[in-house]
Nanobody, 124 residues
């Protein structure tokens, strides 16, 4: 069982930056990729970014490419999301997820483990 805990959310003005962290614990041997999803009120959960643990390929949603950067810690049990040039439409609860699969990184159904989320609010 893998446990994921997100941190780093908060309130920021448009154009500002935040860095989200996801700390993982538990049986991590089966995890192949980790990702960030977000969900705004009344909307579906959507893919933001993903990173494979080995060798570290990165994938981004079109809406965040060039503004957000996903990375992993040296011990691989931590994943980060650096968010720059934030926009009000980035406001959502951000979730960390872990997947045992090597494909379909942008599909929530591919992820077996989820954190509880951290709120990001961007004011205009």
């Amino acid at each position: 069982q893998v446990q994921l805990v997100e941190s780093g959310g908060g309130l920021v003005q448009a154009g500002g930056s935040l860095r989200l962290s996801c700390a993982a614990s538990g049986g991590f041997a089966s995890v192949r990729a980790m990702a960030w999803f977000r969900q705004a009120p009344g909307k579906e959960r959507e893919f933001v970014a993903a990173i494979t643990l080995r060798p570290g390929y990165k994938y981004y949603a079109d809406s965040v490419r060039g503004r957000f950067a996903v990375s992993k810690g040296n011990a691989e049990k931590a994943v980060f999301l650096q968010m720059n040039s934030l926009k009000p439409e980035d406001t959502a609860v951000y979730f960390c997820a872990a997947s045992p699969y090597d494909l379909g990184y942008d599909f929530p159904s591919q992820y077996e483990y989820w954190g509880r989320g951290t709120q990001v609010t961007v004011s205009s």
